[in-house]
């Protein structure tokens, strides 16, 4: 079964400028999540997804952050424009539903800003 | 509220056990769960617990829960160098999906 594939894997950008993340959950997950992990610290998640109706957007940036999944499959995420404090791992995460216990992960997006 | 707190780092000699502890403090909690990452990859679940249960065995992973404390610990058997890593402990509420995760133990296993 293949898992959640994530692109890009790096990611270098200067401030202010904008960037997009995809994210391609497993076959058949209903549910997608973005999380963001700072370097030292564990994931927080930014938003949730419940096929292409949003969940849980209560710690996304929206200023500056926007998601989307608009056939309830892929995802990506933007950020426009990047701030220094965006430094961090972009991690897609996928279940079969909200209420299962298991969510698997992507091995992230790092993005650096400069 | 919702925390999560673990201690950050954790040395132990090839062949010991290591235990890693978590406290948290959301009552409502469902799942608790063990994440484990290497450098420079994404989140490998190793094992998870259902709040209503205080102990399960996978292998050589043990994990204990004392709701009463609210405390939870994964505990690896046999410990080799593979297993150098960082662990992460989460919590997750019924019907949300969302997870609550710890700042993370690093494990060093010294051979």
């Known amino acids: 079964e293949a898992g959640v594939a994530q692109s890009p894997r790096y990611k270098i950008i200067e401030k202010r400028q904008s960037v997009a993340f995809w994210c391609n959950p497993i076959?058949?997950?209903?549910?997608l999540y973005w999380y963001q992990q700072i370097l030292g610290q564990g994931p927080k998640l930014l938003i949730q997804?419940?096929?292409?109706?949003?969940?849980?957007d209560s710690q996304l940036p929206k200023d500056r952050f926007s998601a989307e999944r608009l056939k309830g499959v892929d995802s990506t995420l933007k950020i426009q424009p990047a701030k220094l404090e965006d430094s961090a791992v972009y991690l897609c995460?996928?279940?079969?539903?909200?209420?299962?216990?298991?969510?698997?992960f992507g091995s992230g997006t790092q993005l650096s800003v400069l | 509220g919702e925390d999560v707190e673990q201690s950050l780092f954790l040395s132990v000699r090839e062949g010991d056990s290591s235990v890693i502890n978590c406290t948290y403090t959301d009552s409502s909690s469902t799942y608790l769960y063990w994440y484990k990452q290497e450098p420079g990859a994404g989140l490998q679940l190793l094992t998870y617990?259902?709040?209503?249960?205080d102990m399960k065995q996978d292998q050589r992973l043990t994990v204990l829960l004392n709701k009463k404390d609210k405390h939870l610990s994964l505990r690896i058997a046999d410990t080799q160098t593979g297993d150098s890593a960082i662990y992460f402990c989460?919590?997750?509420?019924?019907?949300?999906?969302?997870?609550?995760f710890g700042q993370g133990t690093t494990l060093q296993v010294k051979p």
């Open positions: 995460a996928s279940s079969l539903n909200f209420d299962t216990e298991k969510l698997f």
């Open positions: 617990i259902f709040s209503n249960m």
């Open positions: 997804f419940q096929n292409n109706g949003v969940v849980d």
């Open positions: 076959s058949g997950h209903a549910t």
């Open positions: 989460a919590e997750s509420k019924s019907n949300t999906g969302k997870l609550i």
